[in-house]
């Protein structure tokens, strides 16, 4: 067992903090930080991440991706700022289950594009009526001659507004029991054009949280992804990898806060000594650097056993819930220290509050990754 990182991590892990400060925080300066950021510039950070093959990472470089190790990525992921995190999580994962799903013609046309960041994408799954349990979908595909109908509405949608395309999850049938069948469909935007509108929400406000809404939206039957019986499967590899990603991020707003607090500590003075020398504050201190600690661990665990072949759905679902309750609990501590400054726009902190407040729901709620770990320690569903 080996806790520290390899030469080569270091290496990875500062190229990609001096490219967040030269390269991306410049454009995103640039813009309001509490307003979604256009598709112009976010195309242009597409393109930079795409250079340091964060666009298909998960895929292999045969398959056109650039093979990284999951701890590896994992690694850059939480260097990025928070929102942008989501954002090419929800284009790269897009594309792996595109891969998984599509014929070979079908990945020639379409990923090509997103590896180079030219597109942007995004899975729509959640509708109004549908979060955790994806039974209740009701948007629908019909399919006439060469083309194929969509009817329904989507919510949450990472990257919605600016996606040039959009995998979409729809009932096409029902089997032998009754039951609905569900099969995506690749919905180009410039060809089959479908009605976006940004929800606002708490953080991550430089992203793009969407609904999506098809009427009668025509698209080519050929961008019916077959699935091969496997899209199931690949929903669960991509959520397992997925989560402790999120976790990561959510350590990396906790570790600004703390950065924050030390700094703060030292200089502000009450009762005639800087703040940092009262027992209290340094227990805040100590259980921020804790939660940090404690939720890094466990999600670098969890992505080196993706790495290693072995099973993580407990691991994957104790990373993220941990990491984003534990960092959530650190940044509120965080506040704290800075007394009402904390709690002031100008400080920074309550942004990283609502940012991390945010990463609680993707990939699986609270309720829904402690459901996960049960079911893993007990061998029985307990979801309905
Ligand atoms: C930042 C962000 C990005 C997102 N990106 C995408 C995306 O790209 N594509 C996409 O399709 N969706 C996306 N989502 C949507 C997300 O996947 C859903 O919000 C999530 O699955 C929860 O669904 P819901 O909001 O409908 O809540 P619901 O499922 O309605 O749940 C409501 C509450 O009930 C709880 N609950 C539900 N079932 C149970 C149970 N069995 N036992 C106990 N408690 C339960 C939940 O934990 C929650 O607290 C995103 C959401 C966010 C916030």
Redesign the pocket.
Known sequence: MDFSLSEEQSMIQETTRRMVERDINPILAAHPSDRSLPREPLGEIYRLLAAQGITAPRLSEADGGTGMKMLDYGLIYEQLPAWLA?SIM?HEVTISRIHAEATPEQRQRILPKMFAGEWIG????????????PRGLTTRMRVEGDTAIVNGA???????SVADCLAV?CIDGTDEKGRNTLKRIVIQRSESPFTVREIP?TG?RQ?H?SEAVFEDCRVPAANILSSGGDAARMLTITWNGNRPLVGLAAARLAERAFEKAVDYAGIREQFGKPIAGHQLIQQKLADIETAIETSRLLCYRALDMIDRGERVNAAAAMAKRHATTACLEAISKAIGVHGGIGITDEAGLEQLWRDCR???????????L??IQGREITGIA???
């Open positions: 989501v929800a995004g899975t729509a799954t959640s509708e109004p009526g549908a979060g955790s349990d989507k919510v949450w949608i990472s990257n919605g999850t929400v991550l992203g949280l945010m990463l609680a729901v993707p990939d699986a709620t609270d309720e829904i402690t459901l307990a979801f309905r």
